[in-house]
């Protein structure tokens, strides 16, 4: 028998009844997480997260009772705390808060509510992920050019770099090799249909064939 604060009572089927719910709708987002998330993102220890999140979730509400207020704090703050310590991307974070939702109706027994709001979630997910929603046409790369110390690197790079960018931005200048060789450090956004080894090949002619690297770059800003 599970007893909340308020000395309301709910019976050992209700209570297991309520967990295994929770369970498998955090289960069917965790899976919903794996097919969709991005490969640069992709956490395994979130799968687990997604589907404890909803148990725990379901479990603080029915011991707190009718104090929805109180379960909404609690959990929120849960959530929070594994917002600050999840280093993935806003997506990652939405699937967190969305786990929260389902365990918190689970646990005032809105099973239909919490099982319509998983399907929709999962759906919707998928959809965008397959038509690559925000996506555009268009990659942020990172961009890193040696350059001989002979060479006066002071926009050297930038008409041709123009070329074969949208927009793109110096963001670091280093030294290597106790000063011979400088390292430049560039963000750009790659035009459609670019060729990259065209690209570094240019590239290559310019910084008298010293290494040139191109990354993707998954940050967030650019």
Known sequence: MLNDITGVVYSNITTIETMGIAFILGLIVSF?????????????????????VPV????VIMLIGNSIAAALSISGAFALVRFRSEPGSP???????ATVAIGLACGI??????????????????????????????LKRKLKILVPESLDF?????ELIEKYSISHKLVKVS?????SIYELDYKLVMKENTTTKEFIDELRCRNGNL????????ASEF
């Open 32 to 52: 919903t997480y794996m097919i969709t998330a991005d490969k640069e993102d992709y956490n395994r220890s979130l799968c687990y997260t997604l589907v404890i």
């Open 56 to 59: 725990v979730a379901a479990v």
């Open 91 to 97: 997506k990652n974070i939405s699937f967190i808060f």
């Open 109 to 138: 027994s809105y099973f239909v509510c919490a099982g319509m709001f998983t399907l929709f979630l999962c759906v919707a997910m998928f959809i965008l992920t397959k038509l690559n929603f925000g996506g555009g046409k268009t």
């Open 154 to 158: 002071e926009g050297a790079f930038e």
């Open 175 to 179: 030294t290597l090799d106790l000063g």
């Open 211 to 218: 290494s040139v690297s191109l990354l993707m770059d998954t």
